[in-house]
């Protein structure tokens, strides 16, 4: 059975920085990418890795870095310069694709719960 869990969400101060990670278990994906949703809003794409390659939303661009460790089955995102509208919780997706980059929801095949980032200014 698949299972997608991320971890690292907290509370903290604007500027600051979180890393967040994702195990996947039961498989091993191709490619692998985060989400995020704030409350009222849809859900958004914020990056993406395949087979090393790797793509971010403007917003997020030059200030996170996804990264993936194929032997822990892991993908990693580390935000640095947080800033409060980058609150929000954060999803962790999976989809055995190669199309790079996969950015829309409806390509990934596999979810995690989510876990909540907030950012205090």
């Known amino acids: 059975q698949v299972q997608l869990v991320e971890s690292g969400g907290e509370l903290v101060q604007a500027g600051g920085s979180l890393r967040l990670a994702c195990v996947a278990s039961?498989?091993?994906?191709?490619?692998m990418g985060w989400f995020r949703q704030a409350p009222g809003k849809e859900r958004e794409f914020v990056a993406t890795i395949t087979s090393g390659n790797t793509y971010y939303s403007n917003s997020v661009k030059g200030r996170f870095t996804i990264s993936r460790d194929n032997a822990k089955n892991t993908v990693y995102l580390q935000m640095n310069s947080l800033k409060p509208e980058d609150t929000a919780v954060y999803y962790c997706?999976?989809?055995?694709?190669?199309?790079?980059?996969?950015?829309?929801?409806?390509?990934?095949?596999?979810w995690g719960q989510g876990t909540q980032v907030t950012v205090s200014s």
């Open positions: 039961g498989r091993t994906f191709n490619t």
């Open positions: 997706a999976a989809d055995y694709s190669r199309l790079y980059p996969l950015i829309k929801t409806a390509t990934y095949s596999y």
